[in-house]
């Protein structure tokens, strides 16, 4: 049976009905034909008076609930699982019939990648509507605070959190349709636990998730009841939270914040025209008061990296997508040569967060192979280089190496 069972190919229904034969009791093809002949009567007979599909649905259910019922109390008990199970199996395939289902033809990878570019390239480096700030530059060496924001976001799109990294965490704040979700949170979708702020327990269970996701939250949040756990999971440290009838850590997770309100306050050069005002400085939107201490906002501040736009930067119209959302692998093929300039820029003496760097190679070793083929060896090649560059030790060398599927030239 075991040798029968691996040969099956579940596309052709003779192969299903031969294994669901192999693993239903006799007892359980008679209760599914017993089912399936009541529903089949209490469908005859069904007449919705409701036009609203969730009610119908509940009509149908409480009626053939009662059919069974009227056969046998027992019955209804043992069986009203199934039978919720197989109204909500028909309404799904009536719903089904009801609607035509059509799809665009998708972009290239390649061409994506370079849309991402172009819009991620827009938006970060429109200096007359996005501002960004850190708490305390020195933090950061000799690294500028965009170069940050962006080895930052590229970590958190391609790698695992490790502990004690020290590494600040996005917000990205400011007006509403300004492109935070088009650039910044579709693309780490894949990969993120997105938080409720609503009180219950496992919500901060991120389980193999490596990026907790707050969106379009009031930042007064992180300094309120769970601000402990928040500093903490900015911070990479363990933090026991409660789930159904147990206790969980959850783990070293990135999180990425995005809000209509500011946590720093912002200036700007060039003042933006609001009706009968000239605005230049942009206040933080976080203060002291009942609730919320001095000091938790200061801490909060002290480990997030804040992009606020006050008006929607100007994105060419030719690299918006018109079909299809930015993905993960848009941003990891289009920010590549971005993320190895910036690398160039820049040697292990200018940073003061080591693992800037070394999620940066160990992200782009990894996905190296996401390049057209043809660029794939040169780009190994000037990976190494950088790995060499920033003397990385034999063991993250090895790590690196091993991702890109490259045996190492002794390093002059």
Known sequence: MENCIQDIDINVPEHVEFVRKQLLSKKDIKTEMFIKKLMETAN????????????????????????????????????????????????????????????????????????????????????????????????????????????????????????????????????????KTLIFESPILETAHMLTTEKGVSRFNCDSKSTLLLHDINLECLVKSDSDKFKAIARAEPVPTKTFGNVQTVPAVFMFVTSNQNLFTHSFIKPERKKFSFDRVYRSD??????????????????????????????????????????RIHVIVGLFQDIINILSKYGPEDFKIQYLYLYALSGLAKHVDLLPLQNQELQKYILYELICKYKLDNVQSQICCDYMNFSPLKCE
């Not at 089904?96 to 390649?110: C, D, G, Q, R, Y």
């Not at 490790?162 to 349709?177: A, K, P, R």
């Open 44 to 179: 005859s007979e069904f007449k919705s008076s409701i036009s609203s599909a969730d009610l119908s649905q509940q009509e149908r259910f409480q009626q053939a609930q009662q059919k069974l019922s009227d056969t046998s109390i027992i019955l209804a008990h043992k069986y009203q699982p199934l039978i919720k199970g197989y109204v909500a199996q028909q309404e799904q395939a009536v719903m089904n019939n009801k609607f035509a289902v059509i799809k665009a033809t998708p972009l290239s990878l390649e061409d994506m990648a370079e849309k991402y570019r172009i819009c991620f390239n827009a938006w970060i480096r429109a200096t007359d509507d996005v501002s960004i700030r850190i708490q305390d530059k020195s933090e950061l060496g000799n690294i500028d605070v965009t170069d940050t924001f962006i080895l930052t976001y590229f970590a958190m799109v391609t790698n695992r959190r490790m502990s004690g990294d020290n590494l600040h965490q996005l917000v990205v704040s400011g007006e509403t349709s300004c492109g």
């Open 286 to 327: 976080l203060k002291p008061k009942r609730g919320i201490h001095e000091k938790d906002i200061g801490a909060i501040q002290n480990r997030f990296i804040e992009a606020f736009v006050r008006q929607r930067p100007p994105l060419p119209e030719h690299a918006l997508p018109k079909n299809e959302n930015f993905e």
